[in-house]
């Protein structure tokens, strides 16, 4: 069911982030680089209903380029996840957001291109308006929370190089793989009141690079 853009349904949403226990929250020190994205909550302009941004990347960056993902990228020299989420949120699609509009974080994610992903959830009152930076950004796209709730939405393939599973969300756009596949499909499982942990959950080997 399509979830009211309102105060209701962040409050909601923000309990929901509340009684999420982090895995491994201060950790130790990782080789890994630290980067955040930005899992955006904005509403839809036509039904007014609660939508997840998801951008495809400009075909032309040197990383990535032509594949789904959130908002997001590497953290600087002594920024938090929570700061790099929100200025790459800024930089991206062009939407500024205070730090009280976070209303969550999610696991760290290792990704085999070797970033460690820290997803910042927030809640974009005024997402309606989009100015997407062309130089990262092709399109922008919203995807209904009912979609992300669906039982048929995601599902788990194997493949010839790791043991382990692959996870691929479904949307109407296409086949969205890990890393954003994985991000997405925890914060459907902790929308859903479930502490699912997805940090094993592998990519597809054109992610790998």
């Keep these: 069911m399509p979830m009211p853009f309102d105060d209701a349904t962040r409050r909601k949403i923000e309990r929901r982030c509340a009684g999420f226990v982090r895995r491994d929250a201060g950790a130790p020190t990782t080789p890994l680089k630290r980067a955040a994205v930005a899992l955006v909550l904005a509403p839809h302009p036509e039904t007014d209903t609660t939508a997840l941004l998801l951008t495809l990347r400009a075909a032309r960056l040197r990383s990535h380029g032509g594949q789904w993902a959130l908002p997001g990228g590497r953290c600087e ?24 509009a976070v209303l969550g974080l999610l696991d760290d994610y290792p990704t085999r291109s070797g970033y460690l992903i820290t997803p910042v959830i927030v809640w974009a009152a005024d997402g309606r308006t989009l100015r997407p930076n062309p130089d990262e950004v092709a399109s922008v796209h919203r995807i209904g929370l009912d979609a992300v709730m669906a039982d048929d939405a995601f599902d788990f393939t194997a ?39 997805v940090h094993e959950l592998e990519q597809p080997v054109f992610a790998w690079k």
């Design 77 to 100: 020299a002594g920024e938090t996840p929570v700061e790099a989420g929100l200025r790459e949120l800024a930089e991206e699609l062009g939407l500024s957001l205070a730090p009280d």
């Design 159 to 197: 493949i010839p190089e790791s043991t382990r599973r692959v996870v691929r969300f479904h949307a109407r756009e296409g086949v969205i793989h890990a890393p954003t596949a994985a991000l997405i499909y925890q914060f459907r499982e902790v929308l859903a009141g479930r502490d699912t942990r």
